[in-house]
């Protein structure tokens, strides 16, 4: 197969973006669907999210886990207890785990590469991590130690709203971050939320046009859910009608435009679309371009300390009820569970 890429302006993902009348909508999630089937298949692949620690010295304003965040009770997860879900993404079928955390040293970087080799000494699973920013040593020994992929969401291509959201964070620092965990020989993902305050519809056509050029393997999109212990939930938006509500229906729209411009990227239902349509919010980003869902499966006792966005979907659910669950919504829609690690397949260009 021979990769068929399609090129939007920036001018027209600012028109889809803005549009509201239903049959030119669905046109455009058909297009995203058909792209998804011919590039990406109908497996639906299973991340198995393992949330190590809530620990972090970071302090984005919108961010339920900001180091300021007095109120939380803080974990780090023991070795075995990882070891224990790991296991449990293996009896389930999943093809991957997911080691994720704030930004912190709890755990030494010899110690999550430690816990990388008893993965897939134990295991056939892919193992993806996203523990923020380090340097290159580290993803590096995390490389060589087994890892397959990294996550590090920029969530903003807007400079200016970057440093209000993440004052800890250094615009260009991220993107070099990204080439560098490509380079090493990471899948390397990225992502962003809809709706923040501040953000127009321009930023996030920047968005979908970056991940294009970043050549992304992984890209998440979700909405921005106001978490009421900090300083971003009480912020309005500062340019009017210029700002991307933080909709499903938005989300969507960029889920959608996001498959059609990056054709072979793995891109997920996420957790945050489910929050905000418990119904069908997976669903709905399943049938309009994205092929991934992570089910949970962290242990339920340290569930509703990882919130980084309040009322998480399946915060209560134990991780066979989340397995079940969500292989039953992806065989209603007609989709197929994909075995295996299910990385990134790419064609020639
Ligand atoms: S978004 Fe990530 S880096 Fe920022 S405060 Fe939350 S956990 Fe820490």
């Not at 890209?219 to 300083?231: F, L, M």
């Not at 997920?268 to 949970?296: D, F, Y």
């Amino acid at each position: 197969m021979v990769l068929k890429r399609f090129s939007l302006s920036r001018e027209h993902i600012i028109g889809w973006l803005k549009e509201d009348n239903d049959s030119l909508l669905k046109e455009i999630f058909d297009w995203a669907d058909e792209v998804r089937r011919e590039n990406v298949g109908n497996d639906v692949h299973l991340r198995g999210l393992i949330e190590i620690s809530n620990v972090c010295r970071c302090d984005c304003l919108y961010c339920g886990l900001r180091k300021s965040n007095s109120d939380l009770k803080r974990y780090v997860m023991t070795e075995d207890e990882i070891l224990d879900c790991t296991d449990k993404a293996r009896q389930f079928g999943y093809g991957t785990v997911v080691l994720q955390s704030g930004e912190s040293p709890v755990f030494t970087a010899e110690h999550i590469a430690s816990i990388i080799r008893k993965i897939k000494a134990a295991t056939q699973l892919a193992v993806t991590l996203s523990l923020g920013e380090r340097d290159e040593q580290e993803y590096k020994l995390w490389k060589d130690a087994g890892a397959d992929r990294y996550l590090l969401r920029h969530e903003t291509s807007d400079l200016n709203l970057l440093k209000i959201i993440r004052p800890t964070s250094v615009y260009e620092n991220r993107l070099e971050a990204l080439r560098v965990l490509k380079r090493i020989g990471f899948e390397a993902g990225s992502g962003i939320m809809i709706g923040i305050p501040g953000q127009s519809y321009a930023t996030v056509a920047d968005d979908i046009l970056q991940f294009a050029g970043l050549d992304l393997d992984m890209i998440g999109i979700g909405p921005y859910i106001p978490h009421p212990k900090t300083p971003l939930a009480s912020m309005q938006s500062q340019i009017g009608n210029e700002q991307v509500p933080a909709t499903e229906l938005m989300t969507l729209k960029a889920v959608a435009l996001t498959r059609i411009m990056c054709p072979q990227a793995n891109i997920p239902a996420t957790t945050a679309l489910a929050t905000i349509n418990k119904e069908s919010g997976r669903e709905g980003a399943l049938q309009g371009g994205a092929n991934i869902v992570m089910p949970n499966l962290t242990p339920v006792k340290y569930r509703s300390l990882y919130e980084i966005y309040p009322a998480k979907a399946c915060i209560d659910e134990a991780s066979d009820q989340c397995a079940m669950c969500i292989k039953a919504r992806i065989l209603s829609i007609g989709r197929t569970i994909g075995k295996g690690p299910g990385g990134r397949t790419k064609c020639p260009s």
